[in-house]
């Protein structure tokens, strides 16, 4: 069998982090293996351990990989954005903290992904941070570490529940906790 050059071999790395980002995402750490990963991507299953050393590994750059999709623009349309129901519905294009916190949270502690999960977090809550008004760097942390809480959360929830009204009840409360109540809630029935 031919070997790829290194250029292909480079494309066929990005292709299969980009494949991953989305299936984790969609499925969770552990439902989807690297035989579907590497399906998905298009190539077979026995390139894989030329690219990573392990499924972590892939998931650590998959992370890394959602984590660097842009967030551009003011607190507003960073709030609008997260609690959509866009980005509920569309767990393999949205934020990996909402989509993997659970399963993370099972990972045991020092582990690779756990290690690069927290990473990911101070980067939201520092994005978060940056995009407040001016106060003490130590209100400003609070305030973004509680924003960021009642982002993540109100997505997972409103993915969990079965009822949509539900499910935009909990993102219309949590837009209006996070912009301080200059919304009104939305009520059932109306």
């Not at 031919?2 to 969609?26: C, D, G, I, T, Y």
């Not at 959509?84 to 569309?90: D, L, P």
């Not at 927290?118 to 209100?139: C, F, I, N, W, Y």
């Amino acid at each position: 069998m031919p070997r790829v050059s290194q250029e292909q071999a480079k494309l066929n790395r990005e292709r299969v982090v980009e494949v991953a980002s989305s299936l984790f995402r969609e499925r969770g750490l552990n439902g989807v293996g690297v035989v579907d990963i590497m399906a998905a991507a298009g190539l077979t299953h026995g390139g894989f351990y030329g690219q990573f050393a392990n499924k972590d590994a892939l998931a650590v750059e998959a992370f890394e990989a959602a984590l660097a999709e842009e967030h551009r623009g003011t607190l507003d349309a960073l709030i609008e954005n997260y609690l959509s129901v866009g980005h509920v519905m569309s767990p393999g294009r949205g934020c990996p903290l909402a989509a993997l916190a659970n399963d993370v949270a099972r990972e045991p502690p020092g582990s690779l992904v756990r290690s690069r999960f927290t990473q990911g977090v101070e980067h939201l809550a520092g994005l978060l941070a940056d995009l407040m008004p001016r106060t003490s760097k130590e209100r400003r942390r609070q305030k973004s570490l509680a924003h960021l809480s009642t982002l993540v959360g109100a997505v997972v929830l409103a993915r969990a529940v079965d009822n949509p009204s539900v499910a935009q009840e909990l993102i219309q409360a949590a837009r209006e906790s996070v912009r301080g109540g200059s919304e009104p809630p939305v009520r059932r029935g109306d």
